[in-house]
């Protein structure tokens, strides 16, 4: 039986033994990091952690050398101008942490930062995982605080946020503010009305009934000129903008309703409405904020799209001396030096030493890229194993990583069709309304003038399309808050319309359909005389050394290796050490003279080949189940591949998909997808690399894998944060119960307004069947959507 | 029945005094991240490391 890390709930390795004391008792843990983390809280009495956390804490890795010097550039004041503010005497920083999970890890950060001298306030949120403190610099430095956070577990770099989500956070204030005031606001109100339908009944004094309607119309003015105010502005910008849409039938509803029930307060004739304008303006302020809550988790989760680039840079000056500067200040020709695990700052050309870089994060593929002298590197990706030099060829918005976020915004612009045609339709339904109502006023006014005012609000109000207006954002914000609960982030409204239209899906390769990690596939043995375990043990053994990707399938193994001796790395080829004074070799086949195989390893004794090891990335163990169940509700799967190996293939005839192609650039996966829209066809695209944004605008609907790059995920439509393909059988379930319940609430409300108009319009409908018909058809549409909640 | 006339304005001012502290809390950001501010109630010296960041806090 294995057991399970103390602090981070990972399984303890076989052999390492190391404990912590909790309440008494001993407590296994996994690994040095964890030990020294779990100790550290213990003993400053924060034990309640242990006790309150809902989630586990993440793997601790502990502070190299480097990465400490590199904390210390953090208090460089230059360096510091973008991210630090002055309040007064204190200064103000934003830094976004890794690992915060629950409310228990907010706690602990609070109570570990404020027991530091200096440290005068800490707030944690534990959505978007940033943390504002305000402290005292003269007391303590900025390195010192992310040094503590580190010592209880946590990765911490300094946040810039971006403008538009500080606008975000304000819209977000505002919507709140309004929806208070409405609510309170609607209570009271509604508890006048009650009074006033008794007084109906059993009759009311007069001078009651006066009194409280001037007390609703003080207290309904408030949520018609504050809290409605949106929709009046949103229904002008439309007009300005020569469109007609929903937010102007119901603004000339409520402001229309709202000046004729004023107009009866004054004047004391007619009927008055307060209650039914604030529950209206209540109900669909709620829809609304509900929906933008759900869009702004969203974006939160993927904006630390900062956190891709270094903040600093180690700039090589003319006379040979290094200088650490912000990466913001380096300049075209400039010469910085890059240190292995060292995230490269600028795009450049590397001009000496030799390395490889990890550029899974702009291309999606797992295995890292060779570079030499004139080659290309990246901003955003990783240097892996060489110390090198590069000259600097862009910089800032030229960035083949600020291009790529570039085109987003761009994509952004431009949405699918299925939007502009609900609005057009919107528009239709709009236009007919208004027209009816000014042929009531005209009619009206024809027959019976003193009635024509009162007769065209009745119709207003009766057919105002409340419910019309509910039927879809209630039930798209039900279905989202499922899919939310269920690990499916929905970022775009449109996505629950297109997924049941969907005709072909296209899936990614590595990290959608595999897992995106190595594993061992086969051995072949070439000198007999060796056991397979042996080799195995031998192999593993060499690995450990080894920082490839390729090494993380060896390590994996659960064999006891071997001791070595002097080991050593050679860079670019693979491990070599000695066995039992025996040289021993792991690496790329063609290591040692002429020996060459499509393995991914070979192991060498005495520089001769024992045997060669065939590599593979894991399926995903729900692919199959997935590609069956699209192919079994009339979808084609395909698979576009940036991999050129004989794998895409394999994994194709593997899962029974309809097609596949290998070696897709980015730009050959957006060709294939838009031929396909050509065709009538409406794509989904699944993927998780960087290499897959520029396909996810093609695509009709776009899925991201939360194990993905963060381009990619802010791109999608859809991110699937559990990583399990399963959840595209929740989201299509979803989907399609979405659409029916849109299709019963559009049907219920539109026979509910087309019974009604013409009674309305002739003046059938007393005041009060109005309002209780527009509350009813409106419950009744909530209702049917609260149902989505249920899945 | 004329109380009603004192009644209800002074009903309305507690409204529109649950409506400013409601703006407050909105303004102090306490609705930003609703999963923390449930939780707080559980750790024990919570009230103690409060206090104490609030002596710092004049002291600076």
């Not at chain 1, 070439?526 to 056991?531: G, P, V």
């Given at each position: 039986m294995t057991t399970s890390c103390f602090h981070c709930l990972e399984p303890v390795p076989p052999g390492f033994s190391a404990h912590v004391k909790f309440e008494g008792q001993p407590q296994p843990v996994c690994c040095t990091g964890c030990q020294a983390v779990a100790e550290t809280i213990l003993a400053q009495g924060m034990s309640d952690y242990y006790k309150f956390r809902t989630d586990s804490a993440g793997k601790v890795e502990e502070l190299v050398p480097e990465q400490l010097k590199e904390l210390l550039s953090y208090d460089n004041a230059e360096i510091q101008q973008d991210f630090v503010s002055q309040q007064g005497e204190l200064q103000e920083v934003l830094l976004s942490v890794e690992g915060i999970s629950c409310a228990a890890c907010a706690w602990l950060i609070e109570k570990q930062l404020l027991g530091l001298k200096g440290v005068a306030r800490v707030d944690v949120n534990t959505s978007t995982h940033r943390a504002m403190i305000l402290w005292h610099p003269q007391q303590y430095k900025l390195s010192e605080i992310i040094k503590s956070l580190h010592q209880i577990g946590y990765k911490a770099y300094p946040f810039q946020a971006d403008d538009e989500a500080a606008q975000k956070q304000t819209v977000a204030k505002a919507y709140l503010r309004r929806l208070g005031v409405a609510g309170l606001m609607t209570m009271q109100v509604m508890m006048f009305a009650f009074a006033m339908y008794f007084g109906m009944f059993s009759g009311m004094e007069d001078n009651f009934e006066q009194y409280f309607r001037w007390i609703s119309l003080f207290l309904a003015s408030p949520v018609i000129l504050y809290s409605a105010m949106p929709f009046l502005t949103n229904a002008i910008k439309g007009l300005k903008a020569k469109q007609l849409n929903m937010d102007l039938p119901v603004s000339l509803a409520i402001f229309g309703a709202y000046a004729a029930s004023c107009y009866a307060t004054v004047m004391s004739v007619g009927e008055v409405y307060f209650e039914s304008i604030c529950m209206f303006t209540f109900l669909l302020l709620l829809g609304k904020y509900l929906e933008f809550r759900a869009r702004l988790k969203a974006s939160e989760f993927t904006a630390n799209l900062q956190k891709l680039l270094p903040l600093t840079a180690r700039k090589l000056l003319p006379n040979g001396e290094q200088k650490i500067v912000a990466a913001k200040s380096l300049q075209l020709s400039d010469q910085i030096m890059i240190k292995p695990g060292e995230t490269i700052p600028a795009d450049g050309v590397l001009i000496s030493g030799s390395t490889t870089v990890d550029e899974s994060m702009m291309t999606g593929e797992h295995l890292p890229v060779k570079k030499y002298q004139t080659h290309q590197v990246y901003a955003g990706t990783i240097n892996h194993d060489g110390v090198i030099t590069i000259e600097i060829n862009k910089v800032g918005q030229n960035t083949l990583l600020n291009q790529i976020i570039k085109l987003q915004h761009n994509a952004l612009t431009k949405r699918p069709k299925i939007v502009e045609v609900t609005d057009k339709v919107a528009q239709w339904f709009v236009a007919c309304l208004l027209i009816f109502a000014s042929i009531t006023a005209v009619a009206w006014y024809q027959i019976d003038p003193p009635h024509a005012f009162w007769v065209t609000i009745s119709v207003l109000v009766a057919t105002c399309p409340c419910a019309l207006s509910l039927a879809i954002p209630t039930a798209l914000t039900c279905a989202v808050a499922t899919l939310t609960r269920k690990g499916i982030l929905i970022k775009e409204s449109h996505v629950l319309e297109t997924v049941p239209k969907l005709t072909r899906m296209a899936f990614d390769k590595t990290g959608t359909l595999t897992e995106g990690r190595f594993s061992i596939e086969s051995i072949s043995i070439?000198?007999?005389?060796?056991?397979e375990s042996d080799v195995m043990a031998l192999a593993v053994a060499l690995e450990r050394y080894s920082e490839h990707p390729i090494a993380k399938a060896f390590t994996e193994q659960l064999v006891s290796p071997r001791q070595l001796s002097d080991v050593e790395v050679v860079t670019g080829s693979g491990v070599k050490a000695l066995f039992n004074q025996q040289p021993v070799a792991i690496g790329k086949s063609a290591w040692f003279g002429n020996h060459s195989s499509f393995a991914q390893a070979t192991l060498f004794v005495d520089g001769q080949p024992v045997a060669d090891f065939y590599l593979a990335d894991k399926v995903r163990h729900s692919a199959p189940e997935i590609i069956h169940y699209a192919q079994g509700q009339g979808l084609s799967c395909h698979l576009l591949s940036g991999d050129s190996s004989n794998a895409v293939k394999d994994l194709a005839l593997e899962l029974g998909l309809d097609t596949y192609k290998n070696a897709c650039s980015p730009q050959d996966k957006q060709r294939q997808v838009e031929s396909w829209s050509a065709q009538q066809h409406i794509v989904g695209m699944v993927g998780d690399g960087v290499n897959d944004s520029p396909v996810f605008n093609s695509a009709h609907l776009s899925i991201a894998m939360e194990t993905g790059a963060d381009i990619s995920k802010n791109t999608a439509d859809v991110v699937l944060l559990n990583s399990d393909l399963k959840s595209l059988q929740t989201l299509h379930q979803v989907a399609k119960k979405t659409k029916t319940v849109i299709k019963q609430n559009l049907t219920l409300s539109l026979c509910y307004n087309g019974s009604i108009l013409p009674l309305a319009a002739m003046g059938l409908v007393p005041p009060w069947v109005a309002v209780i018909g527009m509350s009813a058809s409106s419950i009744l549409v909530i209702t049917n959507s609260l149902r989505l909640l249920k899945l | 029945m004329s109380i009603i006339y004192i009644l209800i304005p002074i009903a309305i001012l507690f409204v529109i005094i649950a409506i400013g502290v409601f703006f407050w809390a909105v303004k102090s950001e306490q609705f930003s991240d609703l999963n923390k501010q449930g939780h707080s109630i559980l750790f024990e010296d919570d009230k103690e490391q409060h206090n104490k960041s609030n002596d710092r806090d004049k002291s600076i």
């Open positions: 070439l000198d007999k005389s060796w056991q | -």
